[in-house]
């Protein structure tokens, strides 16, 4: 009696974990600073990131591309976790499909490559499929967060303004 009591409260606390960390994550979206084209681009360069098979690097990518484009590092840092340890194995597998399908090569591939370091240990060949086939799957992803980030940023500071 006592485990289920006790399973049905930590089935509890791991959704109110959830809603709080969601609550947070979009709260720290709200506060950023700029205007909402800023913001958007940086969301955008870092969920563009986030697709490419750089794992370990994709931080440091985003927040440079961010600089250089003009965008929000801030944004560019957080849009980066679009990549989590749910999703990484559908972007790379993703990434090496498309890759193979533009270079027409095949190359050996494992699920457990989860860097790019590691990527490397297969050669340059499959290193530059997964590159070039994490480029061409980011755009859109990248393209649709920007218009999205562009749009709630917009609406969230028009009701601030508004007092609503």
């Not at 969920?47 to 440079?64: L, N, Q």
Request: hydrophobic share 50%; proline share 5%; glycine share 10%.
């Amino acid at each position: 009696m006592k485990e289920t009591e006790i399973q049905r409260g930590s089935k509890k606390s791991g959704r109110l974990l959830q809603k709080y960390n969601i609550r947070k994550f979009v709260e720290s979206i709200k506060k950023l600073p700029g205007d909402p084209h800023y913001v958007a681009m940086g969301m955008a360069i870092g969920v563009f990131v986030s697709i490419t098979p750089t794992m370990p690097f994709h931080t440091v990518i985003a927040i440079t591309l961010a600089l250089v484009l003009r965008g929000s590092k801030a944004a560019a840092a957080i849009g980066v976790w679009f990549c989590n340890p749910l999703t990484a194995p559908l972007f790379y597998l993703g990434s090496y499909k498309t890759g193979v399908f533009i270079f027409g090569k095949l190359a050996p591939f494992n699920m457990k490559y989860e860097s790019v370091l590691e990527l490397m240990k297969l050669g340059m060949d499959a290193t530059m499929a997964m590159i070039v086939g994490g480029i061409i799957l980011g755009i859109l992803p990248g393209i649709a967060a920007y218009f999205i980030t562009r749009k709630i940023i917009t609406k969230i500071r028009s009701r601030r303004i508004s007092g609503l």
